[in-house]
């Protein structure tokens, strides 16, 4: 079962004026009849600042029978307002987390 949320988020940071938005990721529900119920999000979204027009394009990868939720790699791409991309990270959800993390060998 899939899920697209209608609409977007938006944050405003008052101490510093920046005012971010984005648009959640497909959210699917697997095994719902039978089997291990799990919930994966996948799918692009971009974090854009609006204040100065930085953004971060997020890409989830999908889970698979084959790879383990800890072993999808996620992509992070972050570029300035006009337009030069500055980074590009592989993030990997790490065993016993709930959180992303960088590995060292940031590209």
Known sequence: ????ALGAT???????????SWRKVETF?????VGK?????????TITNHRNKDNCELILQAKTR???MEQAPHL??????????VSII???LFPNTRSLHAPPHIT
């Open 1 to 4: 079962m899939a899920f697209t």
């Open 10 to 20: 938006y944050v405003h940071l008052t101490n510093t004026g920046d005012y971010y």
């Open 29 to 33: 529900i697997h095994n719902i009849i």
């Open 37 to 45: 119920l799990w919930i994966d999000h996948h799918g692009r979204t």
């Open 66 to 68: 084959q790879v383990r």
């Open 76 to 85: 992070a791409r972050i570029s300035l307002g006009e337009g030069k991309i």
């Open 90 to 92: 592989s993030l990997m």
